[in-house]
């Protein structure tokens, strides 16, 4: 990988995304044959939000590596408060090779990345989830044997999630389709950016109102939270916004009929998914979630070797 850092599936080229997903199939493969890769390799690991899946893919990842984590309290250090976020970063890289940050504000993990001389890894912010969604390409890629060509369509938030998912379409040439209500689509900047990085202007990355239209011969049907960590005040409003926007069965019907169900995870059901979609044969939520680990240890693998 050319970028020292992983903020953004942009981070990586074409190229150098496939050859992730190829390090990442082989060390699910052959674990053991990693287990030494990072030996004695120290991870910090700070979330400013919840976590359950990115917490212990990256602590059991780093282990695996023959490294080992270092859990850092948000309250502890008190980023950008009881300290400049540039002297964290001055700090750190003296002691460990790699920091993972959970954050509220993309700028502070971009400012971070820029004072480190280590690697930086972005395990989620207000305007994106890397990580989510190389594990997701991973995931189609391991189901469906390719990416090229097939239809995504993501029902719901035009968010962190949905912004990530569309730079690793555009790189992978997956078409997409985000089935949002108004005022919920994806930021602009991100539509754009998105829109310049598709490997062919064939590949169509585009919003629609209409969730029973946009899944129509979807390959793939994904979903999330219709509140993401930080807008609980707007959970109410959104359960009405987001009304007409639940995956249910008629909903997967419209799909293509080897379609599979994914949601990164935590869900709530009941909104965004019914039990009956997240609990069928079709939805592969837990295989992705598994996945985290395996395309992490790779990410690790290419940034801290
Ligand atoms: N999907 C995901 O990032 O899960 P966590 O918020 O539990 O880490
Ligand atoms: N969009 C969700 C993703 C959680 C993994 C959130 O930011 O809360």
Aim: hydrophobic share 40%.
């Amino acid at each position: 990988m050319t970028s020292r850092d992983f903020l953004s599936i942009r981070d990586v080229s074409a190229g150098e995304l496939t050859a992730l997903l190829d390090l990442a199939a082989d060390i699910k493969a052959h674990p053991t044959r990693f287990s030494s890769a990072l030996e004695g390799k120290a991870l910090a690991l700070i979330f400013e939000k919840p976590s359950l899946r990115t917490r212990v893919s990256f602590d059991v990842g780093i282990h695996q590596l023959g490294g080992f984590s270092v859990p850092l309290q948000p309250s502890e250090i008190q980023l950008g408060k009881r300290e400049s976020v540039h002297d964290v970063a001055r700090n750190l890289e003296r002691m460990v090779q790699g920091i993972m940050i959970r954050a509220f504000s993309h700028k502070l993990v971009e400012d971070l990345a820029r004072a480190a001389s280590i690697p930086v890894i972005n395990g989620l912010t207000d305007f994106s989830h890397p990580c989510q969604a190389l594990a997701d390409v991973f995931t189609i890629r391991e189901i469906k044997g390719r990416l090229e060509g097939l239809k995504l369509c993501f029902v719901g938030d035009g968010n962190n999630v949905a912004h990530s998912l569309m730079f690793a379409a555009a790189r992978t040439g997956m078409h997409m389709t985000i089935a949002c209500p108004h005022g919920y689509e994806p930021d602009p900047t991100a539509m754009k950016l998105a829109h310049d990085d598709r490997i062919s202007t064939d590949i169509r990355i585009e919003v629609n109102h209409d969730p029973r239209d946009a899944v129509r011969n979807a390959d793939v049907v994904y979903t999330d939270v219709w509140a993401s960590m930080g807008q609980e005040a707007e959970a109410e409003k959104r359960r009405s916004d987001f009304k007409d926007f639940q995956v249910d069965s008629t909903l997967m019907e419209r799909a293509a009929s080897e379609a599979i169900f994914m949601h990164c995870l935590p869900a709530h059901r009941g909104e965004e998914v019914t039990d009956e979609v997240i609990d069928s044969p079709q939805s592969v939520v837990f295989q992705q979630a598994e996945n985290r680990l395996h395309v992490q240890k790779a990410l690790l693998v290419e940034l801290m070797k």
